[in-house]
């Protein structure tokens, strides 16, 4: 099964996506960005602004992430686009110094 993601720029701010929700590794990716965070549920619910069920859901793969949510785990916990969607490459950007 793969995943498709579309992602079109319409301008520089707004990006559009589609993802075929009967693919569930994308749940399973949320979730080890929190377990990688050492967050609980509750925790990381509220740091991304969701509530502790829409995490679970999420996680348990009954419901898809949003777009926002996709770029809040990119931007707080510096997460690549492409791991996230895909599982292609690794979870994080190389610190350079």
Do not use: C
């Not at 990688?36 to 619910?45: G, R, S």
């Not at 509220?46 to 996709?70: C, F």
């Amino acid at each position: 099964m793969h995943l498709y993601l579309s992602i079109m720029k319409r301008s520089t701010k707004k990006i559009e996506f589609t993802v075929d929700p009967t693919y569930p590794d994308i749940s399973e990716r949320v979730r080890q960005v929190r377990l990688n965070q050492e967050l609980i549920q509750a925790d990381f619910a509220e740091m991304v602004g969701l509530t502790l069920s829409h995490v679970k859901q999420i996680e348990t793969g009954r419901n898809i992430p949003s777009y926002a949510l996709i770029r809040k785990l990119h931007k707080r916990f510096k997460i690549k686009y492409e791991w996230l969607i895909d599982g292609q490459g690794e979870m994080k950007y190389r610190e350079t110094t």
